[in-house]
């Protein structure tokens, strides 16, 4: 199949009045290109895997990405070296980029699979732990893949290079965005009144039969669709490092993702190969300041403190500018230890270099996933605290939803821009996302509470659920993605 031909736009799908109303959302500095339009089956904003299907590799597609790809697809770091931006990748997501083809692409020996997760609450030390090697009813054994982000970025553009030709504006941002012009007296002309034009900032204007947004917290598709996204910010940080550990693991060996819920925050530590792993530590502003500026052995003994100590103790640990691995080695030795080793990650002996950042957390959820002619995905039309790890996931799900969503209209030769055709997707992916959303913003306020009858009732709810095998299963598959 080619690429789908330019007709005159089916009315039905939208009436003059409605187009006309769709005039006047403009951004107010930008104003409508003259020039005639390159026109698309489908412009994506922000890049992403949506014209990886075999059925839709066959629409003519355009990418606008402000990055410059081909140092994407160049990238490379030392096999000691990692970058700070990783994610876990849940058994449904590798599914799906095994479906589009990205997943041979990725580099397999910067990938860490975890089979095991150890949970606990770091007021009461109730704790739940899962093993999926240990769980007979669950289909696989890992419970998600640890990898860099650029690495996953960089199987997806190798992909992209592989498939039909797919017209790319890199190092190009979106100008503005307007509805088409009014329908000409000529009735052979198609009709793109209610396509979105994009003015690009190498002064192309392309016009788009479906305009994915996948542009991110602050997307302009969305402020063109014209759809309002409401949340709340946590006042709260996730710091970001990768660090050394004290002990190696050899490449089959069976890994495990640790995670202690704090008053201030959930720290987290997830493994990559070798010795290193993964920081994600989500805390106070001031504090994240604080770990940011300590020496790197400083900075480990922190890190140590927060899987070892009391509360009190690492509160006391954050008020001195200096001298935690001193600190550290004296509380260890005149405090009652909270957990056994076991249970606890291994010691961290090092902070590579220029891996530790910031970024503020916040919620925010988009009132709709489409318009006429407009689908959003991942952070643009949602964004999740980094507790559940669940992130770039729903960004997949997403993408998988939407190229079914397209595949089916194509299917049955419908308009794969109309407002109904897209319906399906943002039902779908809708309320799968909206229940993820409520349910890690409760855990991160359940577990901010540092005393106080709630400790004892979450803490007779986590250890009872690791004591009932079906709920805990239950729990298992839906880390996984299941």
Known sequence: MGPLPVVPLMRPFICRMCAKALRHRRW???????????????????????????ITSSLKLALVESQDLSKTSTWSLAPDQYSNRASSLTPASKAFLEHIGAWPHLDHTRMQPYHRMQVWDGVSGARISFDWEQSPKISHTTVAYMTENANLLRAL????????????????????????????????????????????????????????????LNSPVRTFAAIPSRGWDYDRHAVVATVKLAADFPPNMPRTAYQRFLPTGPVALLALPGPYATLVWSTLPSH????????????????????????????????????QVDELEWRLQHTPSLVEGSQIPHSVVDIQANSTASFPLRLRHADAYTTPRV???????????????????????DVEALVRNIEDSMRYGGDIGAGMALEGYGGERYAVNN????????????????SGPLVGLRSLGLETVDKVGLVKEFFMRQAAGS
């Open 288 to 323: 994240a300041t604080h770990l940011k500026s300590l020496s790197p052995p400083d900075f480990c003994a922190m890190i140590d403190a927060a899987f070892r100590l009391s509360t009190v103790d690492i509160a006391y640990m954050h008020t001195i500018p200096t001298g």
């Open 375 to 397: 689908a959003l995905v991942g952070d643009a039309a949602h964004t999740i605290h980094p507790l559940a790890g669940q992130g770039l996931n729903m960004g997949l799900g």
């Open 28 to 54: 107010t500095y930008a104003t409508a290109a003259a020039t005639k339009p390159e026109l698309y089956d489908v412009v994506c904003v922000g890049g992403g895997p949506a014209g990886a299907s075999p």
């Open 435 to 450: 229940r993820l959303l409520g349910v890690v913003d409760k855990l991160h306020k359940l577990y901010s509470v540092g």
């Open 157 to 216: 553009a190798t992909r992209l290079s592989s498939l039909p030709p797919v017209t790319i504006f890199d190092r190009t941002s979106v100008s503005s965005v307007s509805p088409g012009p009014d329908p000409t007296p000529d009735i052979t002309a198609p009709d793109l009144s209610s396509w979105p034009h994009l003015t690009l900032s190498n002064s192309r204007t392309v016009a788009a039969r479906l305009l994915i947004g996948a542009d991110g």
